[in-house]
């Protein structure tokens, strides 16, 4: 596959270097933040959420690796972290041998972060204009600024836009926008929070082949957070996997399938029923959930959802439906089902 | 090639200079700098991003110059019915006025929107400020920078220009270099105020609008004669938020008058002083306040 | 027909108690705007006790007036949305994100939807932060409060009328960003209009001569002078105050009208355009 093709340039590059030079590290590193709930009309309780409960991993010099997790498992707590906007409760945490909490603005220079919902362009202005602003922030030697906007200009396909104000572009067109953003003062380490959320599939596939080209000839160090399955698989030569503020799982792609494999794959058809009803029973699929009127049946990823549906819409009164491919979340909760 | 590229231009040309400085002496002078430097480009960006509306731009300076014009046809039209307010006639209260409105002016024109604050905590969007190489309070005060805010300014300095050659004062040169230093000092005195607002909003979000009592009411309250408020209240604003050092105190001494709580002559010049000093807890509160917020995240 | 109309009513008060909540959601920031209503209170009671020291009977008020003047507007302020802070900003947000396409086809009215949230928004401001600087300056001052119940009604009637005209003026504020897009320009100048001719800043009987008589009948002096004197009780007999409530209806229907008309423009307008 072209994924291991590039994450093995990548790791090559740095073994030039003189091996793998670790580029981030964590060491028991734990989050822990104080919450306060309204418990009656005035009083208020306060109680600790551990978001983070210690992580500990490293990172060389090069890798691609994805981060995920459910909602709430602490991945966007270990990135802020990581990145200089959260000051860690304990441990030690160090991204090119520097202390991000302590030299947050020292480190920013070394790093680039694309937030995915939240664009860091320039609503009003063309789309150069934040790139001129990234230059002089940055203290970016022109040359250098140049050659590398036309890099990623060229890449991702921004001639057109370049003068086009960012209110007006796509929200695939904005991802990209703000993705060369983040790169013009050659971070080593991109970190990327739901890079492809919300984006077609053209975009998509546009962005992770970037992703995969900036990481094998520059040797950027990715370092993603995401839910599409596919940004792994064709991404990432590493995934860890966090819940409860733990890492459950720490490998390759491959292997996380493995662990989650007590089946094949399978897909979700989400029925909304008319009323809440007792779990309805068809052929060829199980009902794993049971929400109010909602159902969630999962059937094998191979078979058809044509039948199934018939099935239900004969016999029982339907009102929409919807039909879910498996992403991480899936696999993951079928990564617990085997385990346990 | 392959050390080109896996080691970036920008770390290898700064690894000397980080060196031969050391974290601490690069420190301070190192952070206001590139906090300047920073402000400066970024309020450049909002300048430009406001002409992209320039309807809306045109409206809102002049709307910012007349509300602040129909604030003094207020307090002219009291003066067509009374001689005197406070013992105050109205050049005299013109220049209360002009001085307070142009300082307040100032300070808003360069840290106004740093009142937004609050809304960038609640988004979410302080996040990518912290993954600037920019000191946060250096984008937060230039976050949305309001070109149109210039309309207070320059209708405060016309009122206080009219004001000055109205009065019927002897002028000697402290009264004169006094002037400017009221406007300037008093900038500084909102300005500290509106740091420490921005301060409060990381512990209180929801109580923003408790800062307007201290910028624009305090405006209010400087707009008008001493004479005029309650003791209780100018022992509040010469002592606890030391307002009085905006215009007050200056202005008494260039008036000629004596402060209606005693305070000696001196204190007329102190305005700078009190300004300085207010900034060690303004900057202390804003400093507690990001380092709560990257403790807590909320 | 009766059903129906029966529903609709029933959805706007839905509606109005929606935007109640919403406000009342809000515990921290009411206390913070209660606070600077409070601050500014002292603030302006001190220079009208001072003015009305020197010229006591100005603009037909006395002292006690002046002070109920005083104390009684800055309650009224919030829910009059005078410093902005209603819906406007949100339904401009909403133009110019272009969501106010899906508004337009909503099967509720546009106009009456968005009074309904705006009248249950002023309804919690009215109590939430008209109540306590209220009984603060009470406590401080000596306020010429009317102790006639029927006048306290007749009041709130006049505020009801007040917080109409004021929605209906900010609707066509809102409207404004079809064709303006960013709305932040003439907001400004709405407020400059608002806090002068609104008589905030000063009695709008205080202003003198043929001026005095022009702002006495622009819609401004709907929102706050007309319930003001209604309640501190300037107008004589019966007559003169439903004069006073007729005047303030009229305005409110008079922008009403114009938002609609404003309204169906803008909807062209989007339909052309395509959104």
């Known amino acids: 596959m072209g994924v291991d093709a590039g994450v093995d340039a990548g790791v090559d590059a740095g073994v030039d270097g003189g091996g793998p030079e670790v580029l981030i590290e964590l060491h028991g590193v734990e989050k822990v933040f104080a919450v306060r709930r309204r418990a009656g009309l005035l009083r208020r309780e306060k109680h600790q959420v551990r978001a983070v409960d210690g992580i500990s991993f490293e990172v060389a010099r090069g890798e691609v690796v994805g981060y995920i997790g459910p909602n709430g498992a602490g991945k966007s707590t270990t990135v802020k972290m990581l990145t200089g906007i959260l000051t860690p409760s304990a441990g030690r945490l160090r991204v090119a041998g ?24 320039w609503w009003d202005l063309p789309l150069k204009d934040s790139y001129g602003l990234m230059r002089r922030l940055y203290r970016i030697p022109r040359a250098r600024f140049a050659e590398n906007l036309e890099r990623c200009v060229d890449r991702l396909d921004l001639g057109p836009l370049l003068d086009v104000p960012v209110r007006q572009l796509s929200l695939g067109q904005r991802m990209r926008g703000d993705i060369a953003a983040a790169l013009l003062h050659d971070p080593e380490v991109l970190y990327l929070d739901e890079p492809t959320i919300g984006l077609d599939v053209v975009s998509k596939a546009k962005v992770r082949e970037f992703l995969r ?15 599409d399955l596919q940004d792994i698989e064709q991404l990432c030569g590493r995934v860890m996997v966090i819940d409860h503020g733990r890492l459950v799982y720490d490998g390759t792609p491959a292997g996380l399938h493995a662990a989650g494999a007590a089946g094949e794959s399978e897909r979700m058809l989400v029925l909304h029923l008319e009323r809440e009803l007792p779990a309805v029973c068809v052929e060829g699929a199980r009902v794993v959930k049971v929400e109010g009127p909602r159902q969630w049946l999962a059937f094998p990823a191979g078979a058809s959802a044509a039948p199934l549906v018939a099935q239900v819409a004969a016999r029982y009164p339907l009102s929409d439906l919807s039909v879910r491919e498996p992403d991480i979340e899936d696999v993951i909760a079928r990564m617990y089902a085997g385990r346990g | 090639m392959a050390e080109e590229v896996l080691v970036p231009a920008a770390r290898r040309d700064a690894e000397p200079i980080r060196r031969a400085f050391g974290a601490g002496a690069a420190g301070w002078w190192g952070r206001a700098g590139a906090g300047l430097r920073g402000y400066r480009l970024i309020v450049g960006m909002w300048i430009r991003s406001t002409m992209a509306y320039r309807a809306s731009f045109v409206l809102a300076v002049c709307g910012n110059a007349a509300i602040t014009f129909l604030d003094f046809v207020a307090i002219s039209i009291m003066f067509t019915h009374v001689d005197a307010l406070g013992g105050f006639t109205l050049p005299e209260t013109a220049l209360l006025y002009g001085s307070a409105s142009a300082s307040l002016g100032l300070a808003d024109l360069l840290l106004g929107s740093s009142e937004r604050i609050g809304s960038r905590i609640r988004d979410g969007s302080l996040d990518t400020m912290l993954v600037r190489p920019v000191p946060v309070l250096a984008q937060v005060a230039a976050d949305r920078f309001a070109l149109r805010r210039v309309g207070r300014v320059v209708q405060g300095l016309a009122v206080l220009a009219w004001a000055v050659s109205r009065l019927e004062v002897e002028w000697t040169a402290a009264k004169v270099l006094l002037l400017p230093v009221m406007v300037v000092a008093g900038a500084a005195i909102f300005a500290a105020v509106l740091v420490a607002g921005a301060a409060f909003q990381f512990v209180a979000g929801d109580a923003a609008e408790v800062q ?5 009411g305090g405006n209010t309250m400087l707009q008008y004669p001493p004479t005029v408020f309650a003791k209780e209240l100018l022992r509040g604003v010469t002592f606890v938020v030391p307002l009085a050092f905006v215009n007050w105190l200056p202005a008494l001494y260039v008036l000629g008058r004596p402060d209606p709580l005693g305070l000696p002559d001196w204190a007329a010049f102190a305005s700078p002083a009190v300004a300085l000093a207010l900034f060690v807890p303004a900057s202390l509160a804003w400093r507690a306040g990001l380092r709560s917020y990257r403790s807590t995240g909320s | 027909m009766h059903l129906r109309t029966g529903r609709r009513a029933g959805l706007y008060l839905a509606v109005a108690v929606g935007g109640f909540r919403r406000y009342a959601a809000y515990g921290v920031a009411t206390a913070a705007g209660v606070f600077t209503n409070t601050a500014f209170g002292f603030i302006v009671a001190c220079t009208y006790m001072a003015l009305w020291a020197e010229r006591p009977g100005l603009g037909g008020y006395d002292q006690g007036q002046a002070l109920a003047f005083v104390w009684v507007s800055q309650s009224m302020l919030a829910a009059c949305a005078l410093l902005g802070g209603g819906f406007q900003e949100e339904v401009q947000e909403r133009i110019r994100t272009g969501d106010i396409a899906v508004d337009l086809y909503r099967p509720a009215d546009l106009q009456l939807w968005w009074l309904a949230a705006d009248l249950g928004r002023a309804a919690f401001q009215l109590l939430g932060r008209g109540l306590v600087p209220l009984v603060a300056g009470a406590l401080v001052f000596p306020l010429a409060l009317p102790a006639d119940p029927v006048r306290w009604l007749l009041f ?66 709907a929102i706050l002078q007309v319930p003001l004197d209604v309640l501190l009780g300037r107008h004589a007999g019966a007559a003169e105050v439903w004069r006073a409530l007729g005047f303030q209806a009229v305005w409110a229907l008079l922008l009403l009208g114009a938002g609609r008309l404003v309204q169906s423009a803008a909807t062209r307008k989007v339909v052309v355009q395509g959104g």
Do not use: C
Not at chain 3, 164 to 175: D, G, H, I, T, Y
């Open chain 1, 98 to 121: 520097i202390d991000p909490a302590r030299e947050r603005m020292r480190l920013a220079h070394r790093i680039g972060v694309v937030f995915g919902q939240r664009t860091t362009l």
């Open chain 1, 213 to 227: 080209q900036l990481n094998a000839e520059r040797g950027t160090t990715v370092l993603l957070t995401t839910h």
């Open chain 2, 212 to 216: 307007n009592s201290f910028t624009y």
């Open chain 3, 156 to 221: 709130l009637g006049s505020v009801l009328l007040g917080l109409v005209v004021s929605f209906a003026l900010r609707w066509l504020l809102a409207l404004s960003a079809f064709w303006l897009l960013d709305g932040s320009g003439v907001n400004l100048v709405a407020v400059v209009a608002s806090v002068f001719f609104s008589g905030m800043l000063l009695p709008l009987t205080v202003f003198p001569g043929g001026f005095g008589e022009l702002v006495r009948v622009l819609p401004w002096a």
